[in-house]
């Protein structure tokens, strides 16, 4: 994993002149490491099945620095499948043997990097496929709302609430489609529906000691925001806190 480790930062370091948002994202990849890591250790899994994940975690976000220097965007929306991506640049040149010499779990690798980002993952994935993809998409999202929580993702509600569609899919505890999304507040909206898409109740256990999503909510029940989006807030803090204990 030290090897990894250095072969990740080696790789990234020529990327680092673009700007500060290439160490953000170099941070978001340690700490998705050590959320892997913890998930794999309460799910009690082996010592060679907790590198895995460590690794897979290392690995998941590897495209993000060639998207940022092609499109100058993370948004793959606006420019490339990050996922699919990671997967071509660790095959060119045969690039992923430098994160780990045997070449039995290649295709494990791949799958958990380029489903880490789709919204659903395949149904003919094998059962050790499914659990490491589910470990990184799990580690991602907990770290994409601990973001929210240091307002390094803010969403500009300005006067708006939720539209009546979103609150129903929180209501029915679904994941949020983006194709369903009209107000400003309603992005918002999405990252609060992760929760929805967490697998383990190893993860949920995890997301709810550190009580990111209450944590998220607070900081715009503090601002002047729409009085109908705090009483719409309170309402989906209910909705999450009974999903997260029935979970558990
Ligand atoms: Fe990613």
Redesign the pocket.
């Known amino acids: 994993m030290e090897e990894a480790k250095k072969t990740f930062l080696q790789y990234t370091k020529p990327y680092l002149p673009l700007g500060e948002n290439i160490d953000l994202k170099i941070k978001h990849t340690f700490r998705v490491v050590s959320l892997c890591e913890a998930i794999a250790k309460k799910k009690n899994l082996s010592k060679e099945e907790i590198e895995i994940a460590k690794l897979c975690g290392i690995l998941?976000?590897i495209a993000?620095f060639e998207q940022y220097k092609r499109y100058q965007t993370f948004s793959d929306l606006n420019s490339i499948d990050?996922?699919d991506l990671g997967v071509k640049i660790l095959k060119e040149n045969n690039f992923i043997r430098k994160f780990i010499k045997d070449d039995s779990l290649d295709t494990l690798i791949f799958k958990t990097i380029k489903y880490?980002?789709k919204y659903q993952l395949p149904k003919n994935l094998t059962a050790q496929e499914k659990l490491f993809c589910n470990i990184v998409r799990d580690a991602?999202k907990i770290d994409i709302l601990y973001l929210y929580t240091i307002k390094d993702i803010k969403i500009d509600v300005e006067n708006d609430i939720f539209s009546a569609e979103i609150i129903d899919q929180l209501k029915n505890e679904s994941v949020i489609n983006r194709a369903t999304l009209k107000t400003k507040a309603d992005r918002l909206a999405v990252s609060l529906g992760f929760l929805f898409d967490i697998a383990f109740k190893e993860s949920m256990a995890i997301l709810k000691e550190k009580d990111y999503l209450n944590k998220e909510i607070d900081i715009y029940m503090q601002e002047d925001i729409n009085p109908k989006l705090k009483e719409q807030l309170e309402e989906i803090r209910t909705i999450i806190k009974n999903y997260i204990d029935r979970s558990l």
Do not use: E, L, P, T
């Open positions: 998941h976000d993000r990050h996922g880490h980002n991602d």
